[in-house]
């Protein structure tokens, strides 16, 4: 896109050479924008067709026997808006959650080592577990011997500290002009105050970022919800899709789980939680997007 | 001087925290050392208790006890049962109730996944319980699971339980089709776990067939594997659809080659091969099924059809799901599949278009008498409830099962509230435990024959009565009735459970020889082998040379498969 821009202001009447670089480079960047789109037009697709259209694979890339019964099904089910609502409140407790842990551990770690002497210890033991994890038995022994299973904690609590999200505001910390920083301490500032009074306002675009990546993480996950969770009813919104969506393995399912198959295999309601499940991740993202690519772009480049 | 304190106390946080996490860690081992010292103590105590109390099959505890079990919640069990049911919950609910009431056990769940079980996230949920030590008092596992809690000894012998508490119902059933289920759960002599047989005849394998193509194309039935061959080839070739496009296909197959619907085990045994299953050969020795040379017969036949294009050549890519789109599309002919076939997918078909119609065939050999044609079956137990060492009432779960077979098939069986009330017809799943009569289905099919035989409907109850009503609404050619196309297709006149009605009497099941315990190079192999198997016959079907197969036998019996072969003989030789 911005190829395109750039070219377009050149108005001179001579003629100039066709600029192949901006042609391929368009056409290969919006062949690849549809191969991403496609498959969500066509789950929007089957969501508004007739089932009898979707089973037989009528439907491509509009509906078919337009209808909105598979949305009137999905609003009047209770396990999609309770499993909707403990990803709103997943969200809405685990990204602030994020982002003070990762403000509070990012500003000691971006200061230097003569200043905060055990600094490459701690820098050390975060960037191991960004190396090691202790895999998946270990961490559902950790998270049930502390008495989470079954609550909210155990999706908001054991990724609550992303280490890649440190790194990125450690780094946007260090290129914050020292002097700001001393400054506020001749006038008497603490680090504590030269911390949220300096550091936070002055990094808003990185928090936004970061804020971003931390929403879609939680909406997206769905296999915690699924080891975590003792009881369906408290499944957030992925986790409950991923139970309907699976495609069950045909060869070994006994008789009565396939003849219930006839009742529930309907792709126009799956496609139709789909969609709405991902809606909101998908209607946030243009209002925080300027923020995601300057929020990584300044992170990294070094001043 | 300020940076300092808040450092001391980060310092002294972390200690505080590696402290923590060190007590914890040492408790949990301590819980469970203490937990499997105390179950051994206990299952002592246990063997005496027993004979004490006057205890029977289906006497109340009193005062109630509380047992933990986990499980699956079903999307039909959530769909079609919970919310139909008004004041029903999946914890408290008509089973619950009866097995509170009447039996004094409280059943409380550990943990529910949602799904079946043989879903990834009931699979993951239950390797990491397992695998943690801290069971529930009862767990359903499966063969291999089974295994595993055996090697750690973390349950108890049921043996002397299950004699002494299966009421003569519950032993009948779980019988009914031969000790395989109890010989998959001996582990040196003893009953490790109660299993919920299923039912093996449930596997047979049928020819489905679009009769209105052969009526169109004027066909007659198959009644030999040419037979097969040729109506195979004009369905592809004489535009059975009468559409003027060459858009038909034969036969299907699908990418997991073997199954319920569209699997290919039927055409296979037309060839008198028998993949995935173990035989016995003229010796009396067990052989894989799949390795056999009529195997490589029947895959060459696939591979002609292929190239003739009577096969989909994007099988390979394509799950039931994505097939079933092809049979309700009317693009397919014939397929192999089990008795239920025509309620999915082929029901799909029809409510596409009316005219489609289907009916199920034995099937069939170049044998000069098809009645001698083996239909091979698969080991359907795939259940088995294992019992945690130190729970008190390990004979809990055998007066669940008595309970469940009382109340459905009993004298006091009560088959509108317990099994399937027209309102709700999957509310037998909401008992943890299911055990059935395997060979109910084929009793039902003949309760309903011979009613239909005498003109006199009014004698049918239970389970029979339900599904001719069924039949029945059909035939009335209501719009409701419609939708039921799919059972008058299996317990109607034409229907395949008559086929399994006769192939039951004729002896003609075959079922797999290896019924035991997994043996440790299976567990170990089996996956791979499987995989490998069917990798190089979908490549051979599309199209690779014959002699891959040889290769492939080569290969499977270096991979482990000859040790296989010498560890189920082994067993083999045991049982006999």
Known sequence: MKVETASEPVTSRRRKP????????????????????????????????????ASAG???????????????????????????????????????????????VSYPLSKESHVFRLRLVYAWIFFLTLLFNGGLIPTYITVKELGLLDSIWALVLPNAVPVFSVVLLLNFFREVPKELEEAAFMDGASYWTTLWKI???????????????????????????????GSPSNYPLQSYLQTIVIQQNLANLTREELLSLAEISDRTLKSSQIFLGSLPIILAYPFLQKYFVKGIVLGSVKG | MKGLTPRRRLIKLSVIVLACTLVLSACSSNNSGTGSTDGNGNSNANSGTPADTANGPMTKYDPPIEISMVRNLSDVVENNVLSVLEGETFEDNRWSRIYEEQLGIKINYDWVVKGNPDSDAYKQ????????????????????????LVDSELIQDMTQYYDQYASPLLKDILEQEGTAPFDAATYDGKLMAIPE??????????????????DNLGLEPPKTMADVRAISKAFTENDPDDNGQDDTYGLVATKDLWGGFGGLEGFMAGFNAYPDIWIEDESGELVYGSIQPEVRDALLALQEMTQNGELDKEFGIKDGAKVSEDIASGKIGMEYGEQWNSIWPLQ??????????????PIVSDLADNTSIKVPLKFRTTKFFAVRNGVENPEAIIKLFNMHVEKNWGETAEFDKYYAPP????VWQLSPVQPAPPKKNVEAFRAIAAAREANDFSTLEGEAKTIQEK???YESGSEEGFALWGWERIYGPDGSMGIADQYDKNGQYLLDKFVGAPTPTLVERQSTLEKLQNEVFVKIILGDPIETFDKFVEDWNNLGGEQITQEVNEWYEQTK
Not at chain 1, 27 to 51: E, M
Not at chain 1, 68 to 88: H, I, K, N, P
Request: hydrophobic letters at 50%; a negative charge; glycine letters at 2%.
């Open chain 1, 199 to 229: 550091y936070v306002p002055i990094s808003k675009p990185a928090l936004a970022t970061l804020a971003l990546f931390s929403m879609v993480e939680h909406w997206n996950q769905w296999f915690d919800g699924l080891i975590f969770m």
């Open chain 2, 423 to 426: 309102e709700a017809e999957s």
């Open chain 1, 58 to 104: 009528y439907v491509k890339f509009w509906p078919v026997e337009f209808t909105l019964s598979s949305y009137e099904y999905t609003a009047s089910r209770d396990e999609f808006w309770r499993s909707l609502w403990v990803s709103v409140q997943r969200v809405a407790i685990g990204t602030p959650l994020t982002l003070l842990l990762i403000t509070l």
């Open chain 2, 125 to 148: 949920k239950m390797n990491v319980t397992l695998a943690s030590g801290e069971i529930p008092d009862f767990t359903p596992v499966d063969a291999i699971q089974l295994k595993q």
């Open chain 1, 18 to 53: 066709v600029d192949w670089f901006a042609i391929v480079n368009t056409t290969f960047l919006i062949a690849a924008a549809v191969l991403c789109v496609l498959p969500l037009v066509h789950i929007i697709a089957l969501s508004f067709s007739s089932s009898a259209a």
């Open chain 2, 471 to 473: 039949i029945d609404s």
């Open chain 2, 348 to 361: 799909l078909n029809v409510n596409n278009d009316s005219d489609a119609q289907w009916q199920a065939f």
């Open chain 2, 197 to 214: 047989t299923g039912s093996n005849m449930e596997s047979g394998m049928y020819l489905w067939v679009r009769t209105d193509w052969l």
